[in-house]
């Protein structure tokens, strides 16, 4: 495939006109012809991805100022995406195409898992202190249950004796409360309202598992919510996206079946619900979700997270496989993207939540990629996190 990159290049060096043209389709005839007569399943989609990838860049190419097209990935961008999400879109490179990517490492290697987290960090802290700046909020490092949580918390606190607990996002394997409070400071600014961000171990460690996650997240409710605890369970709201939305979904579910005290509100945002990728938009939106790379969790991040096999329709980590039925769930927003492939996976957690009989509400927002809230600045997250705030005065600071 690597040939087939400098293959194209050369036809879109050559002077362009009819020749070139009829030279780059009967290339990309050719590719796709070699793609289908893979074995694999896996990989002729990862072929046919490549394939899409380069008439991308060709197209870019023949019309370098097309003002909705993102060089390296294929979707589109429609015309009413702000100018502010729309200059993120078009510059988004995918880390799977960086120069500097070399794939991921082997599941068990833990110290390279490690090290590939660990160069994230940084320029992430940094970006976050300086949001932490802008909207006039301070932090506070403390531990509930014994595990390390951060409180953010807003100049002016209008909701003494709430507080909202939050669950990063990072494949369960990266990111930190001081990584993502892009995710998490706005919100706090609009409500007026402490946040608590839980550090959860992550993946991967030995003898360790991401039901181990959910449980240190239980931990620190029940430290806040029990005797002696700072607030009480209806006093709190959990919410989380991607991977954190998943562990919204799998502590609250675990909460639910033991008949224990349960949060006011959930809201899970592009939750990983389903492991096993039977959810539509996992392969509808394949190509046009510039943040996820479905080959990439299948072949390396499950294996490192153990969630194969049995494990993947096991309802105890894809919550959407668990019947809801006959026992007490919190009112749950479940906030999408229409490009991402997880976009599905929030709307059955929907559906099953509603068929059971419980209130839950579906936001979804056109053209937005994974997490887009997290893009503060512009327009569209800040509609999106003003819903989160609504969602939340509703039915926990009303109540």
């Known amino acids: 495939m690597s040939d087939a990159y400098q293959r194209v290049d050369d036809i879109l060096s050559s002077g362009g006109g009819a020749e070139a043209l009829d030279q780059l389709n009967s290339e ?24 899409r990838r380069l008439l991308s860049i060709a197209t870019f190419n023949a019309d370098p100022d097309d003002p909705n097209r993102n060089k390296f990935f294929p979707t589109h961008i429609p015309d009413f995406v702000s100018p502010e999400m729309r200059e993120i879109m078009i510059n988004w490179t995918p880390n799977w195409l960086t120069g500097s990517w070399e794939g991921y490492p082997d599941p068990t290697d833990y110290g390279a898992w490690q090290s590939l987290h660990d160069e994230l960090i940084d320029p992430m802290e940094a970006a976050g202190k300086q949001l932490l700046t802008t909207l006039d909020l301070t932090t506070e490092v403390q531990e ?5 949580t951060v409180m953010i918390k807003p100049s002016e606190n209008r909701h003494p004796g709430k507080v909202l607990l939050h669950l990063h996002g990072g494949a369960f394997y990266g990111n930190t409360p001081e990584t993502t409070f892009d995710r998490t400071a706005p919100l706090a600014s609009i409500m007026g309202i402490d946040i608590i961000s839980v550090d959860y171990k992550l993946m991967p460690a030995p003898d360790w598992d991401i039901l181990d996650q959910r449980d240190q997240v239980i931990d620190v409710f029940d430290a806040l919510t029990s005797d002696g605890g700072d607030y009480a369970p209806e006093d709190v709201g959990i919410f989380g996206c ?13 909460m639910s079946h033991r008949g224990g005290a349960l949060p006011a509100a959930v809201v899970m945002q592009s939750p990983q619900t389903d492991f096993s990728f039977n959810s539509d938009s996992t392969w509808t939106l394949r190509y046009h979700d510039p943040r996820t790379n479905v080959d990439h969790l299948v072949d390396s991040v499950w294996p490192m997270l153990g969630v194969v096999g049995d494990k993947v329709q096991d309802p105890r980590y894809s919550t959407v496989y668990d ?35 419980h209130e839950a509400e579906l936001d979804a927002h056109d053209a937005m990629q994974h997490c887009f809230h997290g893009h503060w600045g512009t327009p569209e997250a800040a509609e999106a996190v003003r819903r989160v705030a609504e969602f939340f005065e509703v039915h926990l600071i009303a109540e």
């Open 28 to 51: 990309m005839a050719q590719l796709r012809d070699a793609c289908d007569a893979l074995s694999e399943k896996r990989q002729n989609a990862a072929c046919h991805e490549d394939v």
């Open 323 to 357: 019947n809801f039925e006959g026992r007490d769930f919190p009112p749950t927003m479940v906030q999408v993207g229409t490009k991402e492939i997880q976009m599905s996976d929030g709307i059955r957690m929907y559906g099953v939540l509603r068929s059971a009989g």
């Open 144 to 148: 509930h249950g014994g595990v390390r």
């Open 242 to 254: 991607s991977a954190g939305g998943g562990l919204v979904a799998m502590s609250t579910n675990e």
